[in-house]
T-cell receptor, first 111, second 118 residues
Framework: NAGVTQTPKFQVLKTGQSMTLQCAQD?????MYWYRQDPGMGLRLIYY???????DKGEVPNGYNVSRLNKREFSLRLESAAPSQTSVYFC??????????FGQGTRLTVV | AQKITQTQPGMFVQEKEAVTLDCTYDTSDQSYGLFWYKQPSSGEMIFLIYQGSYDEQNATEGRYSLNFQKARKSANLVISASQLGDSAMYFC???????????????FGSGTQLTVLP
């Protein structure tokens, strides 16, 4: 039962470097999400994809891009990492009205 | 304005006792969903319980129940017979049909850290 799989689990970047966080789900869900979690602030939505081929900005999209490669995969790209992007990143998927199921998270540090 | 408010940053409960974690929400939609998640120290997000806005009965899942008071816009989580393994951060979340141009996103509160004492 893989559910939602994120890679990598940990990453350290230097300011200005780029990277892509990968996410795949095997639950045949239409909707996928990227959240970031910072201490004391809960989870904030970065980007959302209602279905293959569509993406929408969430609450904090600046500095990020996403690609919904197919129904299973939804990647998050940081083009030029900044220390303010140090956070824990979660990918999730859901059916339209159902609960979201989350990956294990990626702990990203930008130095 | 906050869409989801969790006013208790931290809570303590004695093992085997019940505890209520508060959640209030703000929406003008008639159709919405409310969710609770548990995040243990290992970091994963675990779905616990769901309440739809049109559900007449309070949702229950094992030791978890949701005290849904629609007029007060509250959706409190009740954990009965607390166990040491219940120590974790708990998040309340809401899904609206459409919010700020992004359809069906989940909005989370800031969480409540629950500690169960032996």
């Amino acid at each position: 039962n893989a559910g939602v799989t994120q890679t990598p689990k940990f990453q350290v970047l230097k300011t200005g470097q780029s990277m892509t966080l990968q996410c795949a789900q095997d639950m045949n869900h239409n909707s996928m999400y990227w959240y970031r979690q910072d201490p004391g602030m809960g989870l904030r939505l970065i980007y959302y994809s209602a279905s293959e081929g569509t993406t929408d900005k969430g609450e904090v999209p600046n500095g990020y891009n996403v690609s919904r490669l197919n129904k299973r995969e939804f990647s998050l790209r940081l083009e030029s990492a900044a220390p303010s992007q140090t956070s824990v990143y979660f990918c999730a998927s859901s059916e339209a009205q159902g609960p979201a199921f989350f990956g294990q998270g990626t702990r990203l540090t930008v130095v | 304005a906050q869409k989801i408010t969790q006013t208790q940053p931290g809570m303590f409960v004695q093992e085997k006792e019940a505890v209520t974690l508060d959640c209030t929400y703000d929406t003008s939609d008639q159709s919405y969903g409310l969710f609770w998640y548990k995040q243990p120290s290992s970091g994963e997000m675990i779905f616990l319980i769901y309440q739809g806005s049109y559900d007449e009965q309070n949702a229950t899942e094992g030791r978890y129940s949701l005290n849904f008071q629609k007029a007060r816009k509250s959706a409190n989580l009740v954990i009965s017979a607390s166990q040491l393994g219940d120590s974790a951060m708990y998040f309340c979340a809401m899904r609206e049909p459409r919010s700020s141009g992004s359809a069906r996103q989940l909005t989370f509160g800031s969480g409540t850290q629950l500690t169960v004492l032996p």
